[in-house]
């Protein structure tokens, strides 16, 4: 399981060298370095099945003002994890990520939606109308590590109650 995450809210007019830099390592650098010590000892083991799934978060793919540098990195995380699923499925490892979309955790809900006021207006932007949780995250990881995921390989699974969805002209 990768997560490797480093994150911080600045316009990507404003955004340092070091600060982008830092942001690529952790994230793109972190879950490739992980990723490849994984297979190399799977497949010095002989072992015949495994599993890594990634974390990245649907805005690699929507966008978002103040991210330019972690969407960056978890878009290149996201386009890894399919190109490892290529290389890697005749060694027996499913590549797959995990996109949640806000998730009730103590460090997020603290730097990125800390009052309740903040997650009630989230939330009603979310189809589902709530923010995700660590088992709703935790639920996903299983089953894409599992054995029941078999054949899933190369795959997202978005984690958001359908937040990126509305995204539309029409988008109420």
Not at 90 to 119: D, H, K, M, V, Y
Not at 147 to 154: I, L, M, P, R
């Amino acid at each position: 399981m990768n997560n490797a995450a480093g994150n911080f809210i600045c316009p990507a007019i404003d955004l340092s060298p070091n600060g982008w830099n830092a942001v690529i390592s952790i994230v793109l650098n972190g879950s490739f370095y992980c990723s490849r010590a994984f297979a190399l000892r799977y497949r010095e083991a002989g072992r015949e099945r495994g599993a890594i799934a990634s974390v990245i978060a649907t805005y690699a793919w929507t966008g978002n003002a103040g991210t330019a540098h972690s969407a960056a990195a978890k878009a290149g995380v996201q386009n890894l994890m399919m190109t490892l699923a290529v290389e890697l499925a005749p060694l027996g490892i499913r590549c797959n990520s995990i996109a949640p979309g806000p998730i009730l955790t103590p460090g997020a809900t603290e730097n990125l939606f800390p009052t309740q006021e903040i997650q009630d207006a989230m939330s009603a932007r979310i189809p589902a109308r709530r923010l995700g949780t660590l088992d709703d995250v935790v639920a996903a990881t299983r089953y894409l590590l599992s054995d029941e995921a078999g054949y899933v390989t190369g795959s997202t699974v978005t984690l958001d109650g359908g937040g990126w969805l509305p995204q539309g002209m029409f988008a109420t």
